[in-house]
């Protein structure tokens, strides 16, 4: 257990939940990954879930930390050398330190964020995420599944927030691992890629198995069955969702690997974090 259960409190009136259409029995991603990171913004069945998966892979506290600094890494690095100043962030999650607007407007204070979830916990945050921490910039929220990426473009608050005639950072971090192959995730993203203006990027981190040793992935495609909810995919199969883009060095490599002079902070081994990350130039 990450955390003792006697001494711990639930977010809030659980029927308030459940009436804002919450299932609180049931694990969600968001949430879970907000046990992980130590928030409060979970239930029992996010943190029995949680554990669960960390009884697998015990460093899956380091891993999550690991890709919030690898999504810190890449946005400063877009801001600061590439001049994107407007952001896509879908699969944005429940709030946390560093989030992509408060990265990006501590550089360029005019940046514009649209940020993109489907839990409704995100979406009761999401006055957070809609306060840009600089007058000048903006952000937006939409309640919208990433499966659904025509509604995602057609909606008023993307439309309102962001110029799609100018270049767009299209954030897709830790989240494709959540859409299976039946529902389409390479075409999906080719879908919202297309609507994005030459010079835009897309930037992805993705969980696989590849990294970790033997007796280790058997452990954790064991709880990926019991758990369900996500598909860890190769480095040929995460390759593949940037075919056609140029991508920028160091290419596809494990995150803790991405550009880490950027971040002085010692990293893991990669065995230890287990994702893959990349970001590429839309021609």
């Given amino acids: 257990m990450i955390e003792d259960e006697a001494t711990r ?9 459940s009436r804002r259409g919450i299932d609180i029995n049931v694990a969600h991603p968001a949430r879970r990954y907000d046990y ?17 998966v960390a009884e697998a892979f015990p460093t899956i506290r380091t891993a999550v930390v690991e890709n919030r600094r690898f999504l810190r890494r890449t946005v400063a690095h877009l801001v600061a ?7 896509l962030d879908i699969g944005t999650g429940i709030p946390a330190a560093d989030n992509t607007h408060e990265v990006a407007q501590q550089i360029d204070p005019g940046a514009r964020i649209v940020y993109v979830d489907n839990d409704p916990i995100v979406l009761a945050h999401a006055r957070a995420l809609l306060t840009s921490t600089r007058p000048e910039g903006a952000t937006a929220y939409i309640d919208a599944d990433l499966r659904e990426p025509g509604k995602i473009l057609g909606d008023r608050a993307l439309v309102d927030t962001l110029d799609l005639s100018r270049p767009v950072a299209l954030m897709l971090i830790a989240v494709l691992h959540f859409v299976f192959d039946e529902d389409g995730p390479y075409e999906t993203v080719r879908q919202l890629v297309d609507a994005l203006a030459p010079g835009s990027y897309l930037v992805m981190s993705h969980t696989t198995n590849d ?10 495609e064991s709880v990926t069955v019991s758990q369900g909810g996500y598909r860890p995919r190769s480095r040929e199969e995460f390759t593949r969702f940037f075919d056609g883009l140029d991508l920028v060095a160091p290419g596809i490599v494990p995150i803790g690997d991405w550009r880490p002079d950027d971040d002085p902070a010692a990293r893991p081994p990669a ?6 990350g990349a970001m590429a130039r839309i021609p």
């Fill in 9 to 17: 409190e639930e977010p809030e009136d659980t029927s308030v939940w």
């Fill in 36 to 52: 992980w990171l130590g928030g409060k913004d979970n239930f029992a069945a996010d943190r029995a879930s949680g554990d669960a």
């Fill in 81 to 87: 050398e590439a001049g994107i100043d407007q952001f």
């Fill in 211 to 220: 990294l970790l040793p033997p007796d280790v992935r058997a452990r954790v």
């Fill in 271 to 276: 065995s230890a974090v287990s994702m893959f």
